[in-house]
């Protein structure tokens, strides 16, 4: 372990219960102080492009061709010169071919002719146009047929330019994306099969307490099942972090400072539950009091207000609380943004949109409160949000049924029915 440090926030004692601590953060303090604190992970990887889902792009990528690399229709008709616009529509064009998509028209067109043409084809040289197949009137009476345009088409119509969507040397992503399900179909049109992407973020994570039991392992009178692993292993996964599960470590010094020493060996980040709030047997934050850097560990909030966080060396420490609404809560809110700035992802900030609440929220002033909620949208198309139910930072399916957080500001106190709150939305997260 690294040498003991002294902290100025090592005297400092409070209790999840207190309702207002003028020495908490507000919540706009604390996840400031935390981007503040962490910086982008070193090293890179160069990955076969299936590989790279859900990963963070190193470098800027240029494309090394244009897109659509040739002039091509854009529907299924005919293709001809614009210069005979007038005779397509009095006389009409003779028929002299069949461009394919794959397959271009390998012969030569002179005035008055046209080639039929399928979507994607390139267009043969000498023409500009496509007159889409509705709008056309074939003859098969002469030889070769003839088509009669209407009085819609224009000259230039349903032509695809070649490079119109990506020109040769474009900056086609930047370093910092997060490659999605859009972005490898990009470079996949591009002929890319490899890129480079950053490594991914190493987190070691474990529960805290006596009473914790893993599944497979009978309960005895007063034990639970540890839920909040499990939680942060599908949020850090999603995240796509590269994971240290510690398991759930007993309520002792020995053990808490093992485990942090392992941690601060192999990973990154180290996120723990439990044992940061006051109690006799809660040695987490204790253990990061004497051996590492305590930054805060009181934030004004609810639920989620015993939030430890700091560095053992080189390490990123978040303690969260032990119930499992705040073990998500401040992932959401603190842990999610500091794992993006890591991984070296773009930031963006969340989306916030504004709702009629049809629920009646309790609420006191001096702490910011995150209550799960459901939004919808009413028979007018109306943005509404109702609360899930009861809000206790114990209760995890509240979680389950929620698919937004109901954001209610320090100053803000009771809510009535029928008043607008800002509601975050769940589809931004991991």
Known sequence: MPKPVASENSANTSS?????????????????????AVAPVSGTEQLALRQTLNRILANDVYSPMDVPPATNSAMDGYAFAGTDLELAQSSGLHVTGTAYAGRPFQGKLTTGECVRIFTGAILPPG??????????????????????????????????????????????????????????????SLGIGEIHVRRRVRVAFFSTG??????????????????????????????????????????????TEKAFALAAENADVLITSGGVSVGDADY??????????????????????????????????????????????????????????????????????????????????????????????????????????QQGSGILSSMTRANCFILLPETMTDIEAGMEVEVQPFGQFF
């Open 127 to 188: 023409t500009d146009t496509v007159a889409a197949q509705e709008r056309v009137t074939r003859s098969n009476d002469a030889q070769p047929d003839v088509i009669l345009l209407d009085s819609t088409t224009r000259s230039g119509d349903n032509v695809r330019q070649a490079g119109e969507d990506i020109s040769a040397g474009d900056c086609v992503l930047k370093a910092g994306t997060r490659l999605q399900a859009a972005e490898l179909g990009l470079l996949a």
């Open 210 to 255: 006596d009473e914790l039991r893993s599944i497979g392992e009978p309960l005895e009178p007063g034990m639970l099942y540890d839920s909040n692993r499990y939680s942060l292993y599908g949020l850090l996964s999603s995240a796509g972090c590269e994971l240290l599960d510690m398991g759930v470590v007993r309520d002792t010094p020995e053990a």
């Open 16 to 36: 999840c219960l207190d309702e207002y601590d003028p020495a908490a953060l507000s919540v706009d303090s604390a996840r400031n102080k935390i981007l503040e």
């Open 284 to 389: 987490v934050k204790t253990t990061l009091d004497a051996f590492g850097q305590v930054n805060f560990w009181k934030v004004a909030m609810k639920p989620g207000r015993p939030l430890a966080f700091g560095k053992i060396n080189n390490t990123v420490f978040f303690g969260l609380p032990g119930n499992p609404v705040s073990v998500m809560v401040t992932f959401y809110q603190f842990v999610q943004q500091a794992l993006r700035k890591m991984m070296g992802e773009t930031f963006t900030q969340p989306l916030i949109v504004r709702a009629v609440c049809q629920s009646r929220l309790r609420k006191r002033a001096g702490r910011f409160e995150f209550q799960r909620g459901i939004l919808t949208r009413n028979n007018e198309g109306q943005l509404i949000v109702s609360k899930t139910g």
